[in-house]
């Protein structure tokens, strides 16, 4: 008697009678089904990738403060695109929450611009941006998605034409090629 026969009961061998039926010599030993895990670690795997993917479902988070005000829009805002932040406050130039060039009286320095004062390349902001690139193509490559190249503006509602134009010639230097600019809901417009 080998160690299969000792470790039965009545309920396995009942059921193992009605599987084998009369097809099968009795005599013939058949190995028991032991724990098949193979569908449980699939519906784990499905779990997970939901998670993962449900997991940054609002990618992006904006804090007012006196520094960032936001332009009011009487457009409905539906759920932001994952994308690259780039905030213009009253005082600095940020890219996902990092200073990258500071601001005088609404304005890049001149120092930091590639062709002085009427230059609209911002050298800080290209290397912050390139080195974000970098990163976003290397993600992509890996998980087989094409770099959309998507820049996400944020810039406070007072900020000058002058300085968005640099700010978006800057991100097109470094690959962005779609923008969507951020603003809160709320504003009543009388066009009377």
Same mark, same amino acid.
């Given at each position: 008697m080998n160690d299969?026969? !000792?470790?039965?009961?009545?309920? %396995? =061998?009942l059921?193992l009678q009605k599987?084998?039926g009369k097809k099968q010599?009795?005599?013939?030993? @058949?190995e028991r089904?032991g724990?098949?895990i193979n569908s449980?670690? %699939?519906?784990f &795997?499905i779990?997970l990738?939901? +998670?993962?993917?449900?997991? #940054?479902?609002?990618? @992006?988070?904006?804090r007012?403060?006196?520094e960032l005000?936001?332009?009011?829009?009487?457009?409905?805002t539906?759920? +932001?695109e =994952?994308a690259i @932040?780039?905030?213009?406050?009253t005082?600095?130039?940020m890219?996902?929450d /990092?200073?990258? !060039?500071d +601001?005088?009286? $609404?304005?890049v =320095?001149e120092?930091?611009?590639?062709? $002085?004062? %009427? $230059? *609209?390349l911002? /050298?800080p902001l290209? %290397?912050?941006l390139k080195e974000r @690139?970098?990163? *976003?193509k290397?993600l !992509?490559a890996r998980t /087989? /998605?094409?770099f959309e190249g998507?820049a *996400?503006?944020?810039?406070h509602?007072? &900020?000058?034409f002058? *300085?968005?134009t640099?700010?978006l010639? &800057?991100?097109?230097?470094?690959?962005?090629?779609?923008?969507?600019?951020? !603003?809160?809901? #709320?504003?009543?417009?009388n +066009?009377?």
């Amino acid at each position: 008697m080998n160690d299969q026969q !000792a470790n039965s009961n009545p309920v %396995d =061998d009942l059921w193992l009678q009605k599987k084998l039926g009369k097809k099968q010599k009795p005599d013939r030993e @058949v190995e028991r089904p032991g724990l098949m895990i193979n569908s449980l670690m %699939d519906a784990f &795997t499905i779990i997970l990738c939901f +998670l993962m993917k449900s997991f #940054g479902a609002d990618p @992006v988070q904006i804090r007012e403060s006196d520094e960032l005000t936001l332009p009011r829009t009487s457009e409905d805002t539906n759920g +932001l695109e =994952d994308a690259i @932040v780039i905030a213009i406050s009253t005082k600095a130039i940020m890219v996902q929450d /990092n200073k990258v !060039a500071d +601001l005088r009286d $609404g304005a890049v =320095d001149e120092s930091f611009k590639r062709d $002085g004062m %009427d $230059g *609209l390349l911002i /050298n800080p902001l290209l %290397d912050a941006l390139k080195e974000r @690139v970098q990163h *976003l193509k290397m993600l !992509a490559a890996r998980t /087989n /998605n094409p770099f959309e190249g998507m820049a *996400l503006v944020v810039a406070h509602k007072d &900020t000058s034409f002058r *300085l968005i134009t640099e700010v978006l010639y &800057t991100a097109g230097q470094a690959e962005f090629v779609k923008f969507k600019f951020v !603003a809160a809901e #709320g504003a009543k417009y009388n +066009l009377e």
